[in-house]
């Protein structure tokens, strides 16, 4: 698919505990390995779920503001590693 966006969540220890990154966000932490890979996948699966046409607003680096149609079937590929 040309195009196809690749998301990682990847699971690492952070502030004594486990969490998970995606990209530059950081969740809550977990007690364990295995509870922060759990919610990755649970995360991971929300991801790829297809969902109606939506507008989306967010903010770039350069603090411009940008409004988008998402049209909810471009889900991208999701790897969950750690």
């Known amino acids: 698919m040309v195009g196809m966006q690749t ?3 990847q699971v690492i220890q ?3 505990a486990w969490a998970y ?3 530059e966000t950081i969740s809550e932490t977990f007690p364990t390995h295995d509870a ?3 919610a ?3 995360a991971a699966a929300e991801q790829v ?3 109606e046409p939506t507008e989306i607003d967010y ?3 350069a603090g411009r ?3 988008e149609l998402s049209p909810g079937d471009d889900r991208p590929i999701i790897e969950v590693k750690g």
């Open 59 to 61: 903010e770039d680096p």
């Open 65 to 67: 503001w940008h409004q």
């Open 21 to 23: 990154r995606a990209g």
């Open 49 to 51: 779920l297809v969902g």
């Open 40 to 42: 990755a996948e649970r």
């Open 7 to 9: 998301m990682t969540y």
């Open 14 to 16: 952070h502030d004594g």
């Open 36 to 38: 922060a890979r759990q």
